[in-house]
C-alpha cells in the first residue's frame, strides 16, 4: 500500500511559479510517479510523470519547457516546478503512483494510487 499528500498549491499571477510536493508513504520501490491535473468541466489530464531511478521523465506538450518533475527517493518526495505560469493551467493539482517502473504517456487507468489533491489557481 501507497499513501499520498500533496502541498504547494496556492493562488499566483500569470508568469508566476509554484513548486508542488508529493510525500508518499508505504511501499515505494519500482513505483512510477506522476502528476495529473483537472479542471472543472473537463478531463483528467497528465501532466508530468517519472521513472524510478529518476532517469526518464515524461511531459505534457502544454508543459515542456516550464515545468520540471524530480523526485528525491531518500525522502520518498515527489516534486513538481512550475514556472511561466498561465491562467490556463489553473486546475486540482494530483499526484499518483504506478506498479509500472515506466510510462511514456501515463494515463488515468495506469496509476492505483492517488493524493487528494492541491489546488493551482492563476489569474491577474
Known amino acids: 500500500q501507497v499513501q499520498l499528500v500533496e502541498s504547494g498549491g496556492g493562488s499566483v499571477q500569470p508568469g508566476g511559479s509554484l513548486r508542488l510536493s508529493c510525500a508518499a508513504s508505504?511501499?515505494?520501490?519500482?513505483?512510477?510517479m506522476a502528476w495529473f491535473r483537472q479542471a472543472p468541466g473537463k478531463e483528467r489530464e497528465g501532466v508530468a510523470g517519472?521513472?524510478?531511478?529518476?532517469?526518464?521523465?515524461y511531459y505534457h506538450d502544454s508543459t515542456k519547457g516550464r515545468f520540471t518533475i524530480s523526485r528525491d527517493n531518500a525522502k520518498n518526495t515527489v516534486y513538481l516546478q512550475m514556472n511561466s505560469l498561465k491562467p490556463e493551467d489553473t486546475a486540482m493539482y494530483y499526484c499518483?503512483?504506478?506498479?509500472?517502473?515506466?510510462?511514456?504517456?501515463?494515463?488515468?487507468?495506469?496509476?492505483?494510487?492517488w493524493g487528494q489533491g492541491t489546488q493551482v489557481t492563476v489569474s491577474s
Open positions: 499518483a503512483a504506478s506498479i509500472y517502473s515506466w510510462l511514456s504517456d501515463p494515463r488515468e487507468a495506469d496509476f492505483s494510487y
Open positions: 508505504g511501499y515505494t520501490r519500482g513505483v512510477y
Open positions: 517519472i521513472d524510478t531511478g529518476g532517469s526518464r521523465t
